[in-house]
């Protein structure tokens, strides 16, 4: 498990052991607020996946780290694995491949093994179908290689310009039929939503439940892991 800093669960913003969406995208108080919420979102997250997968959390990076941002280590298999984590309050995927400017940035360089994605999703079939937080998992190389088709597609394609001192970026609109078709993600935990006005503002941490049949998105993690 990834060690904590406080007697308050986590963070002191995330003690109701609740992510905040805004949080994660600019600071709160000061400049070291937004990226503390963030690795103490990450902690959360990371430690979550380790009993029902029989993994352990480990080496959780500080601030900007372009390799990854934790590990995940089979307790059978002793293999480790590097992760990229992604929250977004969408149903939808933006998955960055370049900066602005068109240097290669996100997806193009990472060296993380695995991409972990917290975003909204729906749970059951029809009018039994709910709307939940999805946390899915992805081989990194796999992703890596839909982007680069879905490039060729200009109406998957969405610059976003710089914000708060950022440089931009070129992001592939991964949607949820999409993700269906490519058929690459394991669904790891079903999580509940804070909403207002109809939209996702955030994810209650209290409220996790199994991902669809829970037995097969085990064995296809411990695959991951061998």
């Known amino acids: 498990m990834i060690p904590v800093d406080?007697?308050?669960?986590?963070?002191?913003?995330?003690?109701?052991?609740?992510?905040?969406i805004e949080h994660l995208r600019k600071d709160r108080f000061k400049p070291k607020d937004k990226y503390e919420y963030s690795e103490a979102s990450e902690t959360v997250i990371a430690n979550l996946l380790e009993k029902p997968f029989n993994l352990t959390a480990q080496g959780i990076t500080k601030g900007y780290d372009a390799s990854k941002d934790f590990d995940l280590c089979s307790n059978v298999t002793n293999k480790v694995r590097t992760v990229e984590l992604k929250i977004t309050g969408k149903d939808d995927l933006y998955?960055?491949?370049?900066?602005?400017?068109?240097?290669p940035s996100g997806i193009s360089i990472s060296k993380s093994n695995l991409y972990v994605i917290l975003s909204g999703g729906w749970s059951g079939q029809g009018r039994f179908a709910n709307h939940v937080g999805k946390l899915r998992m992805f081989k990194t190389y796999q992703l890596r290689d839909i982007i680069e088709t879905l490039k060729t597609m200009p109406e998957y394609c969405k610059d976003f310009p710089s914000y708060d001192g950022g440089r931009g970026s070129?992001?592939?609109l991964l949607t949820k039929e999409l993700i269906k078709t490519y058929n690459i993600?394991?669904?790891?935990?079903?999580?509940?939503?804070?909403?207002?006005?109809?939209?996702?503002?955030?994810?209650?941490?209290?409220?996790?439940?199994?991902?669809?049949?829970f037995g097969?998105?085990?064995?296809?993690?411990?695959?991951?892991f061998t």
């Open 6 to 20: 406080s007697k308050i669960q986590y963070h002191p913003l995330i003690q109701d052991n609740i992510i905040v």
């Open 95 to 103: 998955i960055e491949y370049a900066y602005e400017d068109g240097t």
């Open 170 to 172: 070129k992001c592939i």
């Open 185 to 213: 993600d394991i669904g790891l935990m079903d999580i509940g939503l804070v909403k207002k006005n109809g939209k996702i503002i955030g994810y209650d941490l209290n409220d996790l439940n199994a991902c669809g049949n």
């Open 216 to 224: 097969y998105a085990q064995s296809r993690v411990w695959k991951y």
